[in-house]
């Protein structure tokens, strides 16, 4: 069973909308969040992360943390066709032991113009 | 910065072959992780090395997988006796230090069809 959970596993936006993703950890032990964009095509490029609960702003990209549920949601405001792209959340523990970087199978984002 | 380079871009090998699958991590990086990835299982994580030493293989198929760093410019994934299952695109990526905060940059990946 995937220990990092995404939904929805695709979403189409209008151009200009609000995009939503969510990801959820079924591993008590994570305690940092990532979330990584891929074009098609080409690598994962990380986009953002959040260690602490609360929110968090980069331009029109928004991300919250509840450590507590441990769940994680992306916002893209003002969506653009360039953001069409498979959204990746990933979770690591916080401990310096033995790491590894989990991927849940990611939200596929189609902005439509 | 040329970023993480992988070699080759394209792989075809036949069922049974062997595969060696190249990775350069940035300059200076000192942790180097493989993933490999098909539309079905996502992103999969199979090993990690920290200053050239093997950290963490758990992910790694054991029988027919093996990954050696026997230098800090470069890793290599190695496949025996390929199958078509083992048919995906492997990702290496690096990270500038060891930890669950850092940032993992990826490379192009390479494309291994087994036929």
């Known amino acids: 069973q995937q220990k990092v959970q995404q939904s929805p596993e695709s979403l189409i936006v209008p151009e200009g909308g609000m995009a939503s993703l969510n990801c959820t950890s079924s591993d008590r032990n994570v305690d940092y969040f990532w979330w990584y964009r891929q074009h098609s095509g080409k690598s994962p490029k990380m986009l953002m992360s959040i260690f602490s609960n609360g929110e968090k702003e980069e331009g029109r990209f928004t991300v919250h943390l509840n450590k507590a549920s441990l769940h994680t949601s992306l916002h893209i405001r003002d969506s653009q066709p360039s953001d069409s792209a498979l959204y990746l959340c990933?979770?690591?523990?916080?401990?310096?032991?033995?790491?590894?970087?989990?991927f849940g199978s990611g939200t596929q984002l189609t902005v439509m113009p | 910065n040329a970023g993480v380079i992988q070699t080759p871009r394209h792989k075809v090998t036949g069922k049974g072959q062997e595969a060696t699958l190249w990775c350069e991590p940035i300059s200076g990086h000192s942790a180097v992780f493989w993933y490999r990835q098909t539309i079905v299982q996502g992103l999969e994580f199979l090993t990690y090395?920290?200053?050239?030493?093997?950290?963490?293989d758990s992910g790694m198929p054991k029988e027919r997988f093996s990954a050696q760093m026997p230098n800090q410019s470069h890793s290599t994934l190695k496949i025996q006796s390929t199958q078509p299952q083992d048919s995906a695109v492997y990702l290496c990526?690096?990270?500038?230090?060891?930890?669950?905060?850092?940032?993992?940059?990826f490379g192009s990946g390479t494309r291994l069809t087994v036929l």
């Open positions: 090395f920290r200053n050239q030493a093997p950290i963490d």
């Open positions: 990526a690096s990270s500038l230090a060891w930890g669950s905060a850092e940032t993992l940059y």
């Open positions: 990933a979770a690591s523990p916080a401990s310096s032991g033995s790491w590894q970087l989990i």
